[in-house]
């Protein structure tokens, strides 16, 4: 039983790493950028893309958005009223997106009018991180009201991510969260990480964000 | 491929409810009603058995719990200090528990000796729905700060589960969730479903929590 699991999952990650680096030569072709947007449900992943698409706009970026989630296009409506490409790409009963899912979804997308493509993954701090999607960039959001061990709960999340957010560090007293800890975590699980503390709603930290998603890849 | 795929996933839920039937049955031989807690990361799951263990202390009623997580023992030394037995099971890579995995754990606790066993799963609302524990009752909990689309997005878990908590509700307004969306949205996809609303920071709807767990069930 174990012996076929583990086989059958190799096969299942070298096939998705395959079209992964495939969707990766695609998007440098087109000059688009693409993040990878993880992180739990209502961490504040579509509310980062609803503040920062018109942020990168008044600098003459281009957005788009693929908008991934199990089921319902919640999501998806609210990208789209921002008035940028954006496709709909529903998992099923999948926890996660794999390459294979987002090949498909940037066929529907104009490649050559985005700069900057954000790939918003399924709201899950486990299973995602296991397959990539052709990024450039992987990006993890936590929220305060996560509560401050979300962090230390998920070493394979923040070792696998390039920026780490840690939002609505408004409510942070309300629930108790100590954000230094959260911070301390990640640092703990990658130094490397680029880390922004934000208040979505109200738009604060973005600078920082926009900054860290720009940055050429050091590695 | 897929055809792969398919088989081994059969033959893994297949072997997972064999094991959750076993579980079953030791738990009633033992006079133990177990609870499976599901929910996101930071939705009260922990909080909930804080409040509740004291709660049914008062009312002689016995509680064990088996605290699941990918990694670290945050939530099992929370849990500890209740002083109740309480047994951690990490799931390593794994985003869910499974039968196994609670068998095992199970084996740690003094079951004669507790009335309720609460088995809170893994931090993530898509991957556990499918892994039944052997488990009387299955209980999710959702935070309002997880945006009131939570409940849309996951039609699976909220069909799979007999008891819906909405927590978090004083901090509601401020992020700008509807609750009677949730609640509205929980109905729709479980029309049988028992739905309560609580502040567990406050202990606050405890009481109508307690009363849907110790309630026969109806099916």
């Not at 000059?31 to 990168?56: C, H, Q, W, Y």
């Not at 979804?105 to 985005?114: F, T």
């Not at 934000?198 to 050091?218: F, M, N, P």
């Amino acid at each position: 039983m174990h012996h076929i699991d583990v086989r059958v999952e190799k096969d299942i990650f070298d096939v998705n790493n395959r079209i992964a680096r495939e969707n990766a030569s695609r998007f440098r072709a087109h000059g688009v950028r693409a993040i990878d947007l993880l992180g739990a449900i209502g961490s504040g992943k579509t509310a980062l893309i609803e503040k920062i698409v018109p942020a990168l706009k008044e600098r003459g970026i281009r957005s788009g958005a693929i908008a991934g989630d199990c089921y319902g296009d919640d999501d998806f409506q609210r990208i789209r009223v921002l008035g940028i490409p954006v496709v709909n790409a529903n998992t099923g009963k999948e926890c996660h997106l794999d390459a294979h899912l987002v090949e498909h979804a940037a066929e529907g997308l104009p490649l050559d009018e985005i700069d900057l493509l954000f790939i918003e993954n399924v709201g899950n701090m486990v299973c995602p991180t296991d397959f990539l999607l052709g990024a450039e960039k992987r990006v993890v959001i936590v929220s305060a009201t996560e509560g401050d061990d979300v962090v230390n709960k998920h070493p394979m999340m923040f070792r696998g991510c390039d920026i780490g957010i840690i939002n609505k560090v408004d409510l942070a007293p309300l629930v108790g969260a100590s954000l230094d800890r959260m911070e301390a975590d990640m640092r703990r699980y990658n130094p490397a990480m680029k880390i922004c503390r934000t208040d979505l709603k109200k738009g604060e930290g973005l600078g920082a964000v926009i900054d860290a998603l720009l940055a050429e890849q050091s590695s």
